[in-house]
Structures are given as C-alpha cells and as structure tokens.
C-alpha cells in the first residue's frame, strides 16, 4: 500500500497570505496525484487532479505541482472560503490511498 | 445538474447487513465507474470498493473484500453496497462517487470528480 503523508498536520494562516500544503508518497505515484477540500459536514470536492491539473470551476488561486514522491497544493492568497480541510489521493494502483489530511485554519 | 443521492444507512448491531444505494442523475451513469468512499468519525477518507461502468469488473479494499458487495443497476442509474458481517470498525459515512474518466468496459484507478452528501452507518450494540 503506498502511504500518503501530509504536512503539516495543521496550517494556521489569514486571509490574503499564501498556503503551502505538502504530500509526500511512500513510492513514486507518477504524476497520479490529487487534492480535494472537504468543509464541515460536507462530502470532499475535487480540486486539483494528476497533480497540476484544476477541476472544472476551480479559482486560478488553486494549484498543484510535483511529481514522484513529493506533491504541493498552493493557495496563492486565502480567502475566508479556504479555511476546510484538505486531502491528497494517490491513483497510481489499486489499494487508492489518501493522506490524512491538513487542516487549514484562520490565525 | 450532476447529483449523487445516498440512502439505506443506519444502526445495525455487529454481524447485521444493511444496503446501500447512491441514485445517479445529470450525467450518462453507466459511462463513468462508480465508488463508494468511507470516512470514520473524525478520520480521513478511505476507497473500499469500485465498479465499471458496464459493471462486469469490481474492486475491494482487503478490509471489506468477502463482505461487502458492489453492483449497479443501469437501467435504474443507481448503485448499491451490500454489507453484510458488519463490524464496529464498519462505522462511517458511506460517500459515492464519480469517477472522472468515462471508461465503460475497464476499471482503472481514478480520481473522484462527483460526490453525495453521504449516508451513516453505525455499527453497535
């Protein structure tokens, strides 16, 4: 099983400053690499798929780089809507794993 | 508008069955594989079972393989999980989802592009 791992485990930041969130596999996924947002109560949404690429809709301030082992999501300037959790997931096999997940706080 | 529409969870006591069904709508339902996606209270997200979309091919985590049970019906645009010899460790919500790509024949490892608004199932005495 390739094993995802997050960090840091909590990001508190404000409005308007930029997050860096990081996910790094146990093995190399390839370029397999995804992101989502999930808020209080509410299922995960896709945000970022095969490591770069934005979900349909997504704001331009969302995005994703890496490849192999190690992944980023960046946030280039928080809004109120982004404090939420955030999940990587890996699709390079089956066995589909996701981190444990990073969670965006207001500071 | 795309929609995903859980059902059938509950309070079922360890070694009971329930089934659950996710109602598809918005979208061409038996091009696109189709998920069930659990989440344990508090903790994060876990794939315990896939299918594709003509439903011939099927996947299992190992901690539900011999349990639990996929299928689709597309002539209804709904999908089910039957789970039976359930355990505490069962307690969740059950999420369906999307795959993104449309594969109809095939199940290939995916990203999860549409989801439902879940459905609890709890496992207890």
């Known amino acids: 099983e390739i094993v995802l791992t997050q960090s840091p485990a909590t990001l508190s930041l404000s409005p308007g400053e930029r997050a860096t969130l990081s996910c790094r596999a146990s093995q190399s996924v390839s370029n397999y690499l995804a992101w989502y947002q999930q808020k209080p109560g509410q299922a995960p949404r896709l945000l970022i798929y095969d490591a770069s690429n934005r979900a349909t809709g997504l704001p331009a301030r969302f995005s994703g780089s890496g490849s192999g082992t190690d992944f980023t999501l960046t946030i280039s300037s928080l809004e109120p809507e982004d404090f939420a959790v955030y999940y990587c997931q890996q699709r390079s096999n089956w066995g589909i794993t996701f981190g444990q997940g990073t969670r965006l706080e207001i500071k | 508008e795309v929609q995903l529409l859980e059902s059938g969870g509950g309070l079922v006591q360890p070694g009971g069955s329930l089934r659950l069904s996710c109602a598809a709508s918005?979208?061409?339902?038996?091009?696109?594989?189709m998920n069930w996606v659990r989440q344990a209270p508090g903790k994060g997200l876990d794939c315990v079972s896939a299918?594709?979309?003509?439903?011939?091919?099927?996947y299992y985590a190992d901690s539900v393989r011999g349990r639990f049970t996929i299928s689709r019906d597309n002539s209804k645009n709904t999908l089910y999980l039957q789970m039976n010899s359930l355990r505490a460790e069962d307690t969740a919500v059950y999420y369906c989802a999307k795959a993104k790509g449309a594969n109809w024949g095939s199940l290939s490892p995916d990203v999860f592009d549409i989801w439902g608004q879940g459905t609890m199932v709890t496992v207890s005495s």
């Open positions: 918005g979208f061409t339902f038996n091009n696109y594989a």
């Open positions: 299918i594709s979309g003509s439903g011939d091919s099927t």
